[in-house]
């Protein structure tokens, strides 16, 4: 619920399978349907062109560091 009031959301991508787990937040933001499977290109065409090198970058220093 705080999610939901503070127009928050998170999500987990399991890399190998290129499954996306969104939190019922981001799905209600997004407006997809409860219990659709998401990929990491469904949430990267959310994000705003300017910042998609950013989001790449730092996907890449995570999966290189294995910092979250």
């Known amino acids: 619920m705080t ?3 503070g127009r928050m ?6 890399i190998a399978e290129d499954r996306v ?3 019922d937040a981001l799905v209600e ?3 997809y349907p409860g219990g659709v499977t998401l990929t ?8 705003h ?3 998609v090198g950013k ?7 995570a999966i290189r560091t294995g910092d979250r």
Do not use: K, T
């Open 3 to 5: 999610q939901v009031l």
């Open 9 to 14: 959301g998170n999500w987990e991508w399991f």
């Open 21 to 23: 787990v969104w939190s």
């Open 29 to 31: 933001m997004f407006g």
């Open 40 to 47: 990491y290109a469904d949430y990267a065409g959310h994000v």
């Open 49 to 51: 062109p300017d910042d």
């Open 55 to 61: 989001l790449e970058r730092a996907i890449r220093r």
